[in-house]
């Protein structure tokens, strides 16, 4: 089953930017394929909104960037797992393999 990674995040996020030097790389050498779903997109946001609002409602609780790893998000998805906020490359990869395995 191929998993996908969801950043959902802002241009307005310092934190989101500085992450976006090694998250999608990290994703795919792990396997998975990225996919960069920032707010300010309204057609790739609109596309996994969904998504997001079945894991936050009313969008409170999310961390700058939030992370879901996904099965199947252009049609019936599940969320595996997720993670939330700023973190460096090394804790980044780590994490995201203990949740893929």
């Known amino acids: 089953m191929k998993l996908s990674v969801l ?3 802002s241009e307005d996020c ?3 930017h500085r992450m976006s030097h090694y998250d999608e790389k990290v994703t795919v050498e792990l396997g998975c394929d990225f ?3 920032k707010l300010q997109d309204t057609q790739v946001y ?3 909104r969904k998504i997001l609002l079945s894991q936050y409602p009313n969008k409170e609780g999310m961390g700058w960037p939030t992370y ?3 099965s ?3 049609d019936d ?3 595996i797992g997720e993670l939330r906020g700023g973190m460096s490359k090394g804790d980044f990869r780590t994490k995201l393999k203990a949740i893929i395995n």
């Open 7 to 9: 950043k959902f995040s």
């Open 14 to 16: 310092g934190t989101c």
């Open 35 to 37: 996919i960069n779903v």
């Open 46 to 48: 609109r596309k996994y």
């Open 68 to 70: 879901l790893l996904v």
């Open 72 to 74: 199947n998000p252009d």
């Open 77 to 79: 998805f599940a969320i």
